[in-house]
Nanobody, 124 residues
Framework: QVQLVESGGGRVQAGGSLRLSCAAS????????MGWFRQAPGKERAFVAA????????YYADSVKGRFTISRDNAKNTVSLQMNSLKPEDTAVYSC?????????????????WGQGTQVTVSS
């Protein structure tokens, strides 16, 4: 498994932007497909975006497509989520996750390493 630590959360007004980062340590970072998930109060954890091992493939939830961009830097062992045009419904705890599978998955149970999460609050 890999250890993950998120940063970059905070409070922003609707229409604003935030950039989340996730730093990984442990085993070879490029061996993992990386994903971002979010969980709002009273709701289940939801898939946001994922990126393949070397960054050649990405996949987004429909709710964030065109507004969020996932990227990774394997030399720095980091994965980022650039969030633009934020909406109040984007408010949640955002967590990065790592999957040893070579395929991008949207199911959280297929990711075996998780960060502690970072709060994103979007006010109207």
């Amino acid at each position: 498994q890999v250890q993950l630590v998120e940063s970059g959360g905070g409070r922003v007004q609707a229409g604003g932007s935030l950039r989340l980062s996730c730093a990984a340590s442990g085993r070879t970072f490029s061996s993992y497909t990386m994903g971002w998930f979010r969980q709002a109060p009273g709701k289940e954890r939801a898939f946001v975006a994922a990126i393949s091992r070397f960054g050649g493939g990405t996949y987004y939830a429909d709710s964030v497509k065109g507004r969020f961009t996932i990227s990774r830097d394997n030399a720095k062992n980091t994965v980022s989520l650039q969030m633009n045009s934020l909406k109040p419904e984007d408010t949640a705890v955002y967590s990065c996750a790592a999957s040893p599978a070579g395929t991008i998955y949207t199911r959280p149970d297929l990711y075996n390493s998780w960060g502690q999460g970072t709060q994103v609050t979007v006010s109207s």
